[in-house]
């Protein structure tokens, strides 16, 4: 069964410091990969995500991410967080469920604290 | 906003109670979800309704029940629910490959 693995449950950076989130996945197959935000008391809101192609994304909100096959890998970046980048995210995969509807897969989340 | 609204934001019920909860997507998406975000849990698939058809039921407790009257409407009744069925019950909708968007959630509380 695919799984992802989120391995830090709270992170906490200064305000313009870089940052990375990690994300593992297991899959036999290359999945479709997505970072998700969700601030609190909202929904979620898709980040980015990686189908095929170049294993760069970019995202909204200046992040980044990078698919690593080889070590089934999906880090999310940013080069300088804001403090409204202070969320929980939220690393998925994708299964299709059948026709063009897929079915997420979500990791537990890391909970990101930017102090001023 | 996303396109996805879910009513209502909050509810506290009794165990013996029945509520419904709704979520409407206003993007003309083919394929509405629900999903359960319980805490220090990963989110949970409960439903995926793919054309008004319900595709998918992830041994969800009959006392919940989807109900999706078309494309752009979702429901979940609930029924007899129990304490651990507190969480944010989160609606999706898609029309492509797994670009879900999320409505804002309900955030149930049961008694």
């Known amino acids: 069964a695919q799984s992802v693995t989120q391995p830090d449950i709270h992170i906490t950076v200064s305000e313009g410091a870089s940052l990375e989130l990690r994300c593992n996945y297991s899959y036999g197959a290359t999945p479709y990969l997505f970072w998700y935000v969700q601030s609190p008391g909202q929904g979620l809101q898709l980040l980015l995500k990686y189908f095929s192609g170049d294993t760069l994304v970019q995202g909204i909100k200046g992040f980044e991410a990078e698919f690593k096959r080889s070590q089934s890998s999906f880090n999310l970046r940013k080069p300088s967080v804001h403090w409204s980048d202070a969320a929980e995210y939220f690393c998925?995969?994708?299964?299709?469920?059948?026709?063009?509807?897929?079915?997420?897969?979500f990791g537990k989340g890391t909970l990101l604290t930017v102090n001023p | 906003e996303t396109g996805v609204t879910q009513t209502p934001r909050h509810l506290v019920m009794g165990m013996t109670n029945k509520k419904s909860l709704k979520c409407e997507q206003h993007l003309g998406h083919n394929a509405m979800y629900w999903y359960k975000q319980s805490a220090k849990k990963p989110l949970e698939l409960m439903f995926v309704y793919s054309l008004e058809e319900r595709v998918e039921n992830n041994s969800v407790p009959s006392r919940f029940s989807p109900e999706c009257p078309n494309s752009s409407h979702l429901f979940l009744h609930l029924h007899t629910l129990q304490p651990e069925d507190s969480a944010l019950y989160l609606c999706?909708?898609?029309?492509?490959?797994?670009?879900?968007?999320f409505g804002p959630g309900t955030r149930l509380t049961v008694l």
């Open positions: 999706a909708s898609s029309q492509d490959q797994g670009r879900q968007f």
């Open positions: 998925a995969v994708a299964l299709n469920s059948g026709g063009s509807n897929y079915k997420l897969t």
